[in-house]
């Protein structure tokens, strides 16, 4: 069995023996850097920031990796964007030195106690991950000192504030919230109360997207709100295109006064109908999945005999947990051999309980554990709590093709692994390219 042991050395030298070999690039005998992270993914100037990296032995003998007890197993060295700041900390005279064997890897973070990262210029910075590692050399009968590095780029984005919009382009965008049909069927009354504005995914300057908060008069509608209270909309605009995202409104499906559910195809009606009980329209032929609950209720399936109940929102999750509520995560449609170049695309089902706003997030990862392939975001208006319900997501499907960036396609040979996980739930699957 390979494995991986740290020994602790009260003293400064490694070995007396000790022969130091000039830096070697990545990937020379079988040692390598890979998968170099920023922590956080995007860094704005003046944050303080840390680098993730893997070192991986494919070669044929041991190495050691030696760290002071307050320092990092790498060291890092960037341009003038990165500022270095030595911190004033007491450390044991201990060097920590740990094997790694022929095949395996270790992943570090740097600085560790005794250096701070600071982001102190916006722009693109060059950097340079350096591993340093002893190997015994049996020729010299001595050990080799060896530094292998890597360099790699990241981008620093400037402290932005929102921005300021003309009267022109801000009516613009509220107009566009209030063009949406369905929106209109539901009241002519819809006025603007707000804007706010979200960043494009890792790009903490790009103003990206509007969203839009409207209200209409509880009278205005097909129905009267309770109590007189206001109806809600929120519309979110992709600036750049001017285009619906995302919207989230009442309809005669799904509605509920002070927030705002729903958004997709609707049948209209002067009357809300009768909704019978989840047992009665079991029996009648209903699919536990169909049944319908009333508001404030959401829809489970009974995990004993796999029947539909109507519960208080708030108890669904506990439910879940303690088993008494069924809870699935599964992908339906995925092969386990794909030729290279060939579009991988699946169906993700999932039973059990989730808010409306929540979307699996799907990551592909190689052999080595890197990710070859993440699915993308999907922008979705979500109500805070107490209002955002827990709804039934039984046997709810996820396209990847739809909206999550696939069909993948991947262009190396080798073994892959598709990971999902929403909700809590997670689930592994692998393939290979060949």
């Known amino acids: 069995m390979k494995t991986m042991h740290i020994l602790i050395i009260t003293v400064l030298v490694f070995s007396t023996l000790l022969y130091v070999k000039p830096i070697q690039a990545d990937n020379e005998n079988g040692i390598k850097i890979q998968n170099i992270q920023t922590l956080p993914t995007a860094i704005i100037i003046g944050q303080t920031f840390k680098i993730n990296a893997t070192l991986i032995n494919n070669s044929t003998t041991p190495i050691f990796i030696e760290r002071g007890s307050c320092g990092s197993p790498f060291s890092v060295t960037f341009d003038n964007h990165v500022v270095v700041r030595t911190n004033n900390v007491t450390c044991t005279l201990q060097l920590l030195v740990q ?20 982001a102190a210029k916006n722009g693109t910075v060059n950097a340079t991950v350096s591993f340093p590692y002893n190997v015994w050399n049996q020729t010299s009968q001595s050990n080799t000192k060896v ?23 801000n009516q613009a965008i509220i107009n566009v919230a209030l063009g949406i049909p369905d929106l209109q069927k539901w009241s002519n009354d819809w006025q603007f109360v707000s804007m706010g504005f979200m960043t494009a995914k890792n790009q903490p300057g790009n103003w990206q997207y509007a969203i839009v908060n409207l209200k209409a008069s509880s009278n205005s509608s097909l129905i009267p709100c309770d109590n007189n ?8 605009i992709d600036r750049t295109t001017m285009k619906v995202i995302q919207a989230t409104y009442p309809t005669m499906e799904s509605h509920n006064c002070n927030y705002s559910t729903g958004g997709g195809p609707q049948s209209y009606g002067g009357t809300i109908q009768k909704i019978e009980s989840p047992l009665k329209q079991f029996k009648s032929g209903i699919e536990a999945k169909d049944v319908k609950c009333g508001n404030g209720l959401s829809l489970v399936i009974k995990a004993e005999d796999n029947s539909p109940a109507c519960i208080k929102t708030q108890t669904a999750q506990n439910l879940i947990e303690r088993g008494w509520a069924l809870t699935r995560l599964s992908i339906d449609g995925l092969k386990e051999i794909y030729n290279m170049g060939e579009k991988i695309g699946f169906i993700i089902d999932f039973q059990g309980v989730s808010r409306y706003c929540d979307h699996p997030d799907v990551s592909v990862l190689d052999s080595n554990q890197n990710i070859v392939w993440n699915s993308q975001d999907v922008y979705t208006m979500c109500v805070p ?30 073994n892959y692994t598709v990971k999902i996980s929403l909700d809590g739930n997670n689930i592994e699957r692998g393939f290979t390219i060949k």
């Open 99 to 118: 094997r790694l064997d022929p095949g395996t890897k270790i992943t570090s973070t740097s600085p560790n106690l005794d250096l701070t990262y600071v």
């Open 147 to 169: 530094n292998v590095s890597k360099p790699f780029s990241f981008i620093i984005y400037p402290k932005t504030r929102v921005p300021a919009l003309s009267a022109h382009d």
């Open 385 to 414: 709590p107490p209002y955002s319900p827990f709804l039934s997501g039984v046997d709810q499907s996820f396209d990847l093709n739809s909206k999550y960036g696939g069909p993948m396609i991947i262009n190396k040979t080798g």
């Open 229 to 236: 209270n206001d109806w809600w909309a929120w519309v979110m």
